[in-house]
Every structure is written in C-alpha cells, then in structure tokens.
Nanobody
Framework: QVQLVESGGGLVQAGGSLRLSCAAS????????MGWFRQAPGKDREFVAS????????KNADSVKGRFTISRDNPKNTVYLRMNSLKPEDTAVYYC?????????????????WGQGTQVTVSS
C-alpha cells in the first residue's frame, strides 16, 4: 500500500503561482512513477504531468506545457507540481497518484494509488 497526501492548494489570481506537494508513505517510493491529475466540476479527470522514479523523465499534458513543472525528492518521499502563469481554466481538484513502474512513457501504466485531492481555484 502507498498512502498519498496532497497539500498546497488554494485561491490565486490569474497569472499567479502555486506549488503543490504530495507526501508518500508506505512502500518504496522509488518503485513508483508519480503523477498529477485534475478534475474540474462537471468534467472528467485528466492527466496533468508525471515523472519517472529517478526524476530524469517527465511527461506533461499539452495544456500545461511551459507553465507547470513536476519534480520529486526521493529522500523526502515527496513529489511536487510547480504551477506558474495560472489560468481560470486550471481551476480543479488536483490529485496525486502512484503507478508501479520506472518511466511515465511505459505502456500499461496503471495508477493504483490516489490521494484525497487538493483544491486549486484561479480567479480572473
């Protein structure tokens, strides 16, 4: 089992920045690809970004490229999502998730563990 706890959400004006954190406990953190997803009201959950176990490879949704950066600190069992140039359409509940594997690009990557989510609201 892996337990994930997100933090860092809040209310920010358009153009502002936030950094989300996800603290992991349980099984070996470095065995997992870590990802961020989000779900806006009335919409399906969508992929935002993911990172390999080593931190050397990342994958980002087109909608956040150039604005969001995912990173991880393995000794601290924590993954981060730095969000810059926020837009009202980034408003959503953001979820951290873990998938057993080494690369965010490997096929059949299943995110089996999820956090409870943290709300991000961007005002115009």
């Amino acid at each position: 089992q892996v337990q994930l706890v997100e933090s860092g959400g809040g209310l920010v004006q358009a153009g502002g920045s936030l950094r989300l954190s996800c603290a992991a406990s349980g099984r070996t953190f470095t065995s997992y690809v870590m990802g961020w997803f989000r779900q806006a009201p009335g919409k399906d959950r969508e992929f935002v970004a993911s990172i390999s176990w080593s931190g050397s490879a990342t994958k980002n949704a087109d909608s956040v490229k150039g604005r969001f950066t995912i990173s991880r600190d393995n000794p601290k069992n924590t993954v981060y999502l730095r969000m810059n140039s926020l837009k009202p359409e980034d408003t959503a509940v953001y979820y951290c998730a873990a998938a057993r594997g080494s690369s965010p690009y490997q096929p059949n990557l299943n995110y089996d563990y999820w956090g409870q989510g943290t709300q991000v609201t961007v005002s115009s």
